[in-house]
């Protein structure tokens, strides 16, 4: 055997016994006649003694150790003098009597520590070696034990894992497709799934009644921290249940992994409605670990003042920062010039100031009376020492999204959004519809096949913008986790939707008719959801990105660098797929 140990599992009970080790070397120290040598695998770290007075041919072969060898050693685990708490193995060390090097190493790009000193291409690049660092393999250990813990569940839940297909037909009704070109078949293409979305309704169709699967995903878009072109969805969906029975048990679900992975109890979770969440939050994903909910302030400022910007406004909303009533010129250009980024898009910020000594100042003193100033004061609940934001705009909902980034950015300079504090809820009653600029049409909130509220579907026809979605996210701390839908399963009712959303009853068919077909066969009433595992990993682990939780992630610009790739492909693979490329460089 390479090793009758690990490197961390070695303690004092066991002093006196011979043990062979094998793993890397962290690091190593000359101290006198004396060599000491990390080693650490992926369990832990061991300190090595290599003594010159014992052995002075081995304690030379340590001293030509560097970093990252991968080498086995044999000894006898001894007291250690210096004792070193801050690791398991840290009262013991191993008297080193034999040594071999099984394979030597560069000098490493980084160091292979908490805190290294590579950036993050270089550590993607260099992704094997960034994985030995511990910080990182614990967020791969937490999504091992997160998707062991979630397929026991689901199985005590009577649900069946099964795989669905990577290479399926195109439906680029949504995000775009990354597509395939299929050889056997010049000029046609497969197309990897966003999701398994109509292969598990046809599941429900064949009376499968509970799957589940830990599915890969590709979506085709421009990426951030929380998105890669490849992530990982724990996808579900269940035949004759109701919206509360989804919720109930994939709550449960939830509350199972909050209380294993980091000993919290979850309590019954709240259900806010779409247009509570933008009315008082701006968003449908809102962040409840702290407060400064929306104010509307239309009947105190819109034509009351000498105000334009106010008297044209369509919405005009406000947040209270406690005790912010001092912050500085600076610090309050600093908040203007954020909201007038491209990202958030508002064309300035006014703020009030309620000073602790009772003295209110104001970028709009000139525009209105101290009295009207001090209705804002009553409105919104402010004290003396807070300070109140304000937003305007001539489009509701977009000036809402808007002042949802001004409180986000205040949670974060006050501290707010503590990583080790968690607020979930539910998010329901979410419009079926949405408007595309880009498209110029009405498209489907979440997709196609989203089940309408009973109480709206007569509103189909004349006012489909007013249709509700038996639809449903879960949220926590400010991001979507999950979400499904009850689904339609009448030939009918889907074929309506489809009219509604613009497809001619032949796009229908020719995107979708194994669907219509299968519901002809006795489908039953079924609904779903989705979990992002990396999204819920990350929370779990209080990571920034989720790119710290994936073994071999893509950067921003969906590139693999350790592997370099996309790439180009031979000029012999392009011809056997009959493809010639015309670049528009």
């Not at 001293?63 to 009262?91: A, F, M």
């Not at 589940?212 to 421009?222: V, Y």
Request: net charge negative.
């Amino acid at each position: 055997m390479y090793r009758t140990s690990t490197c961390g599992e070695l303690r004092l009970s066991e002093a006196g016994k011979e043990v062979t080790l094998a793993g890397w070397v962290q690091r190593s120290r000359k101290m006198g006649g004396m060599t000491f040598v990390d080693l650490r695998d992926r369990y832990g770290i061991t300190q090595l003694v290599f003594n010159e007075a014992d052995n002075a041919t081995l304690c030379g072969d340590a001293n030509k150790l560097g970093r990252e060898y991968c080498i086995q050693v044999n000894g006898i685990v001894s007291e250690r003098q210096s004792k070193n708490s801050k690791i398991p193995t840290g009262d013991i060390e191993i008297i080193a009597k034999g040594l071999k090097v099984l394979s030597p190493s560069l000098t490493p790009p980084f160091t292979i520590e908490d805190n290294t000193d590579g950036g993050d291409d270089l550590r993607m690049k260099y992704r094997y070696l960034d994985l030995r660092r511990e910080a990182v393999r614990k967020n791969l250990e937490l999504r091992h034990r997160m998707t062991i813990l979630i397929r026991n569940f689901l199985d005590s839940q009577k649900f069946m894992e099964v795989e669905t297909p990577i290479l399926i037909g195109s439906t680029p009704e949504g995000a775009r497709d990354f597509v395939v070109p299929s050889r056997m078949n010049p000029g046609q293409f497969y197309a990897l799934p966003q999701s398994p979305q109509t292969l598990k309704q046809l599941l429900m169709v064949a009376g499968f009644d509970r799957y589940f699967q830990i599915a890969k995903c590709f979506r085709d878009e421009d990426l951030r921290a929380d998105r890669q072109p490849e992530f990982t969805q724990i996808d579900c969906e269940m035949s004759f249940v109701d919206q509360d029975d989804v919720i109930n048990l994939f709550e449960e679900m939830a509350r199972h992994l909050f209380r294993e992975i980091r000993g919290v109890e979850l309590p019954k979770l709240e259900q806010m409605t779409w247009h509570e969440a933008m009315k008082r939050f701006g968003s449908d994903k809102p962040d409840l670990r702290f407060g400064m909910e929306f104010v509307e302030l239309m009947d105190d400022l819109k034509g009351i003042g000498s105000f334009s910007v106010f008297d044209e406004a369509a919405y005009i909303g406000g947040i209270v920062v406690p005790r912010c009533a001092d912050y500085s010129r600076k610090q309050l250009n600093e908040l203007t010039d954020f909201v007038k980024r491209p990202q958030v898009g508002a064309h300035g910020l006014v703020f009030i100031k309620y000073n602790a000594d009772g003295t209110v100042k104001s970028s709009i003193d000139k525009f209105y009376t101290a009295e009207q100033l001090q209705k804002v004061k009553e409105t919104t609940g402010a004290k003396d020492g807070d300070l109140v934001l304000i937003l305007s705009g001539d489009n509701a909902n977009k000036t809402r999204i808007q002042l949802c980034s001004l409180r986000l950015e205040m949670g974060d300079r006050l501290g707010l959004r503590d990583k080790n504090v968690f607020k979930c809820l539910w998010i329901v009653d979410f419009p079926l519809f949405e408007w595309s600029d880009e498209e110029q049409r009405l498209m489907a909130t979440h997709h196609p096949f989203t089940m309408p509220n009973p109480d709206d579907i007569p509103l189909l026809d004349e006012h489909p913008e007013q249709v509700r979605a038996k639809a449903y996210d879960f949220v926590c701390n400010g991001i979507e986790v999950g979400g499904g839908s009850l689904r339609i399963h009448d030939t009918q009712l889907q074929e309506k939707m489809f009219e509604v959303l613009g497809f001619t009853p032949e796009r229908a068919e020719a995107q979708f008719g194994f669907l219509m077909n299968a519901f002809k066969y006795g489908a039953p009433p079924h609904a779903g959801l989705a979990f992002g595992l990396d999204r819920f990993v990350s929370i779990l682990a209080g990571l920034d990105s989720i790119r710290d939780c994936i073994a071999f992630p893509k950067n921003n610009s969906g590139r693999d660098v350790m592997l370099d790739a996309p790439s180009m492909i031979d000029q012999k693979q392009l011809d056997e797929l009959e493809i010639k490329l015309d670049l528009k460089l």
